[in-house]
């Protein structure tokens, strides 16, 4: 008996081997065993048991396996984004509806045009790790794959936004997600401090306290540009721009009490509510509007219309319907998709330019910064990040560089290449005057537009804005509660008088 089994053992073996070599012969080995490989190609002999001396060791630093796998794992996280950590996103297209080549040469504004997007949503200081459903700002950043290049809309769900200087930015970032260097935790003292010293950012606070500040999930909520841009039609006449795109699902809120409820019980509920909807083919969409100022109209105009703290009202500056955009894929690796996903206002394309707005003019560096801190110098040749046609330039080598330029030289100008620059693809020329200096915008009215907005609230969110923040100050020093207090009194007596009844006794 035990000769059959040897016999039988053999012939399995036999048969295994020639089986084996005649796939080897035609190359095709991988593809019927499916293994696993190094990054080097090679086959992966075990996934589970390291080369030893003896059962019980020592390891073996030949075991490059284990080496292989421990190093790539000690470097498979990159920095989380300083703000926006917190996010999820899916992939669509954006189609347009609305002939707008009055005002905008862009290809992507084409009557008839319908240009991939990648759309990521985000809170803006929350880790990582949080919930997605906590009170704050929300991201929501399109990248539109254009035939004229990339095109980054970096939006908010918001029309404006808590500052107008860029130097005071990292400092609101550091008091509003920061924690108390001595304790390690979130101090409900630092963002109110903050809050009271600046009060151009009293009307985005109500926004972002209002019910407004927890958005059911991301389908439901709208987003903007925010910042005003500049557009430039065929004739190379320039108009300002801004971006409105409305959902279609329509603006629906969390309360306080069910947003604290469910960071407890479903912490990534904002994310699943995005994935399930597209996953079950029930995709969202918006719909997008321009508003339009002449730079004659803006001469004139009450603000500046670079404060990015202020909204252009409606009822002079229509809504003009633009076109539509869908979300009807879901990332198959969001590693590879969306953490990898990398957002810029610097990446503009023709007919589509930056504004005066400081903030504006501060992103566009500090985004494409961050990014080569995050992802490296070579963080647009990631696949998700890349234009649909391959950009050659006079940018060569660094970390990962994928892009193969060939024998072309990289200086320019040049006896060796048909490359050439294209003089018709830059922004437009226009005068600008003034004196150079520090010039202080704290004082540039605060709270006319917060004080409207708080007037056309219904009582209900009336009193919810002054609920939230009232619950918010709940271990602040009296100090700090009596700023606030005088703070809000400067929109409206009642808005400061409501806080103060919702305030927790010390």
């Not at 101090?187 to 903050?194: R, T």
């Not at 029930?282 to 219309?305: K, L, N």
């Not at 009296?478 to 400067?490: G, P």
């Amino acid at each position: 008996m035990r000769g059959l089994i040897d016999f039988v053992v053999r012939l399995v073996v036999i048969h295994e081997a020639w089986v084996h070599g005649i796939i080897l012969a035609a190359g095709q080995i991988n593809n019927v065993y499916n293994v696993y490989k190094e990054d080097n190609g090679a086959p992966i002999p075990d996934y589970t048991v390291s080369r030893t001396v003896g059962k019980w060791g020592p390891l073996l630093l030949e075991d490059m396996t284990l080496i292989q796998h421990i190093a790539h794992f000690d470097r498979e996280r990159i920095p989380e984004r300083v703000v926006h950590a917190l996010g999820s996103g899916a992939f669509g297209f954006f189609e347009v509806t609305h002939d707008i080549t009055r005002f905008c040469k862009a290809a992507v504004f084409k009557p008839g045009t319908k240009t991939p997007v990648a759309v990521r949503f985000s809170t803006v200081t929350h880790e990582r790790g949080g919930p997605d459903v906590g009170r704050n700002p929300r991201g929501f950043a399109i990248k539109f794959y254009t035939s004229d290049g990339i095109w980054d809309l970096c939006g908010n769900n918001t029309p404006i936004f808590f500052l107008r200087d860029p130097m005071l930015f990292p400092a609101m970032v550091h008091s509003q997600r920061g924690r108390n260097p001595r304790t390690n935790r979130p101090d409900p003292n630092m963002p109110w401090d903050f809050i009271t010293h600046r009060h151009e950012m009293l009307f985005q606070i109500m926004r972002v306290y209002s019910e407004l500040g927890t958005p059911d999930g991301f389908r439901h909520m709208d987003g903007f540009g925010s910042h005003t841009f500049i557009m430039v039609n065929a004739r190379n006449q320039p108009v300002y721009c801004k971006f409105h795109l409305l959902t279609d699902q329509g603006v629906r809120n969390l309360t306080a009490e069910t947003a604290k409820r469910l960071a407890g019980e479903n912490p990534n509920y904002s994310s699943e509510d995005l994935f399930e909807a597209i996953e079950g083919g029930d995709f969202p969409s918006w719909s997008m509007f321009i508003q339009v100022m002449t730079f004659a109209q803006a001469d004139r105009f009450e603000y500046s219309v670079f404060d990015l703290t202020k909204v252009w009202p409606l009822d002079r500056y229509p809504l003009l319907p633009v076109g539509r955009m869908v979300l009807n894929r879901n990332p198959q690796n969001f590693y590879h998709e969306i953490e990898q996903l990398a957002f810029c206002p610097s990446n503009l394309v023709p007919g589509i330019q930056a504004s005066r707005d400081p903030m504006l003019q501060a992103r566009m560096f500090s985004y494409k910064d961050t990014q080569r801190y995050r992802l490296g110098p070579n963080f647009m040749q990631i696949p998700v990040n890349r234009p649909l046609e391959t950009p050659y330039n006079l940018q060569r080598d660094g970390p990962m560089n994928m892009f193969n330029q060939g024998a072309n030289v990289n200086y320019y100008p040049n006896s060796y290449s048909s490359l050439r620059t294209d003089p018709y693809s830059d922004a437009i020329t226009y005068n600008i005057t003034g004196v150079v200096g520090r010039h202080d915008t704290k004082d540039e009215d605060n709270y006319t537009q917060a004080r409207e907005w708080y007037l056309s609230l219904s009582d209900y969110d009336k009193l919810a804005l002054a609920k939230n923040v009232g619950a918010d100050l709940k271990g602040c020093t009296s100090a700090i509660k009596k700023r606030v207090f005088s703070a809000f009194n400067l929109v409206h007596p009642t808005l400061a008088g409501n806080i103060l009844m919702y305030t927790p006794p010390e």
